[in-house]
């Protein structure tokens, strides 16, 4: 695996801890600011809303840039906007700066998808894609609580220069390990990218199930993960002190996943796949029934860490296979639908929970979730096979997404 990809890693890093500390530094923002709690928390929803919006966007924007001066730009962008939202005074400008800070993480997460892919092997899109997404995961692991730590300790101001200062040896690591060339389609007579041409191969079923499921399957995650730590302690009796410790273990399995995902999902993606998302389904279900009990709770965690992100990056995987004519924008609807997977799966967990069903209702949504992910897939390989003709059945292809 080339050096750079492990560099690109380590940006998405401190990208993802962006993205997920504000869980931890929310009260001392509204307190500072002069906010309430729901005002404070529209910043976590800016900053998905931006990663939604801004993943075709921002790849649609440096199409025709060379990889590392689109990730530079990208980067540069999304050190400055957290400067400036270390020093500044005004919610609004806060607001502003979560909304760009997502728009170059979208960016950057996109373009770096395409490149770390187009740096390896045809073969190794699964284990270049593992890495990437390898950094979301240890930020929750890490990042997370270093960052709520150190919020406690110098203040949220503190979490914030420190996600700059971070990035900060990425951008001299993009600048001497990333190939400054343009990208390209895998067909050598398509060559320079083109809008035109990637958006229509990003209308292909194949590739619009494979984003829908990895959709799902994100969302079912995060219905659950947003709101482990009342869960575990309303619910499954844990004392507040254990929070951390829950999430790290979440945060655990969540590596462990994606490391098994890059493994597996280049040359056998239909082994993590398919007992895989079986698994996933079951642990999602054994999880709301046993959720009053600690011990099981603990392992389950852990289990449902290890099994949504091994499933989850062997689809994204998927996607970037699919979309071999597209490798640009396939990257950046790739990331949009990770986002809205982390979008949609809260928020319909939260109606739940407002509708008076529990701190246990959002492990039956996530269940839910996996189980119509497990239903379109099904689905649609009933209509792949009823379209086939006599000839293709007896040839029997194999499948890998």
């Known amino acids: 695996m080339p050096f750079a990809v492990y560099i690109l890693g380590l940006a998405v890093f401190a990208q993802g801890t962006s993205e997920f500390m504000l869980s931890g530094l929310i009260a001392d923002i509204a307190r500072e600011l002069n906010v309430s709690i729901s005002a404070a928390g529209a910043l976590t929803s800016a900053f998905a809303a931006g990663m939604i919006v801004g993943a075709p966007l921002m790849a649609l924007l440096s199409l025709r840039w060379p990889a590392r001066r689109a990730l530079l ?9 957290h400067v400036v939202g270390a020093i500044t005074t005004s ?3 806060l607001l502003v700066t ?11 997460l996109a373009v770096g998808l395409a490149a770390a892919t187009g740096m390896v092997a045809p073969n190794a899109k699964g284990r270049a894609t593992s890495v990437l997404l390898g950094g979301i995961t240890l930020a929750c692991v ?19 220069w420190a996600v700059a200062l971070i990035s900060l040896p990425a951008v001299f690591a993009v600048l001497r390990s990333v190939p400054d060339t343009v990208r390209t389609t895998d067909t050598p007579d398509e060559g320079r990218p083109s809008a035109r041409r990637e958006l229509r191969a990003l209308r292909r079923p194949r590739l619009l199930v494979t984003l829908l499921l990895a959709a799902l399957v994100n969302a079912a995650t995060f219905a659950t993960f947003t709101y482990l730590a009342p869960l575990v302690i309303d619910v499954g009796g844990f004392s507040a002190s254990w929070v951390p410790a829950v999430l790290a273990l979440f945060g655990l399995g969540s590596f462990t996943g994606v490391t098994i995902g890059g493994r597996l999902s280049d040359a056998r993606p239909m082994r993590v796949l398919i007992p895989g998302g079986i698994a996933l389904l079951a642990g999602w279900w054994l999880f709301a029934a046993t959720a009053d009990s600690p ?8 289990v449902q860490g290890t099994l949504s992100f091994a499933v989850g990056s062997t689809l994204i995987a998927q996607v970037l296979y699919a979309a071999v004519e597209a490798p640009s924008l396939g990257g950046s609807f790739a990331t949009a639908a ?3 997977g982390a979008v949609v799966g ?18 039956w949504v996530s269940a839910l979730l996996v189980t119509a992910a497990l ?8 209509v792949q096979h009823l379209r086939r003709t006599p000839r293709e059945k007896a040839a029997v292809p194999r499948t890998t997404a």
């Open 73 to 81: 730009a990208f980067l540069i962008a999304f050190i400055l906007v």
């Open 91 to 93: 919610f609004t400008v």
């Open 98 to 108: 979560r909304v760009l800070g997502a728009l170059a993480n979208a960016g950057f």
């Open 142 to 160: 890490a990042g997370v609580p270093a960052g709520a730590v150190l919020g406690q300790a110098a203040g949220w101001r503190a979490a914030f």
């Open 295 to 302: 011990i099981a709770a603990f392992v389950l965690v852990f």
């Open 338 to 340: 990770l986002n809205v």
């Open 346 to 363: 809260p928020a319909v967990g939260g109606l739940t929970i407002a509708a008076g069903f529990g701190y246990r209702s959002p492990l």
């Open 375 to 382: 239903g379109t897939a099904g689905l649609a390989l009933a």
